[in-house]
């Protein structure tokens, strides 16, 4: 069965760090490419990183670049999201996801900023 289970999700204080990871099984990690996307209560969920089935290119949106670094493991099959100068627009819920020859969604972890 294919699996995508997000982790280290959880309540960090404005400016702090935290590092989504999530694991992958039941399908062939290093032929899909991999991002994160996030949804906030009552907003429509929104791509935040990107990267390539080889790692080789990334990128991000405007609101995260400089602070958020997406990265892959291929012989762990994890992919990660360090986020760094965490502020409180960035409480969402944050979705794993793989895409090849099929689509994968993770179930989604709540991040939330506050102090």
């Known amino acids: 069965q294919v699996q995508l289970v997000e982790s280290g999700g959880g309540l960090v204080q404005p400016g702090g760090s935290l590092r989504l990871s999530c694991a992958a099984s039941g399908f062939t990690f290093s032929s899909y490419g991999m991002s994160w996307y996030r949804q906030a209560p009552g907003k429509q969920r929104e791509l935040v990183a990107g990267i390539t089935s080889t790692g080789g290119i990334q990128n991000y949106a405007y609101f995260v670049k400089g602070r958020f670094t997406i990265s892959r493991d291929n012989a762990k099959n994890t992919a990660y999201l360090q986020m760094n100068s965490l502020k409180p627009e960035d409480t969402a819920v944050y979705f794993c996801?793989?895409?090849?020859?099929?689509?994968?969604w993770g179930q989604g972890i709540q991040v939330t900023v506050s102090s």
């Open positions: 996801k793989a895409r090849g020859r099929d689509t994968y």
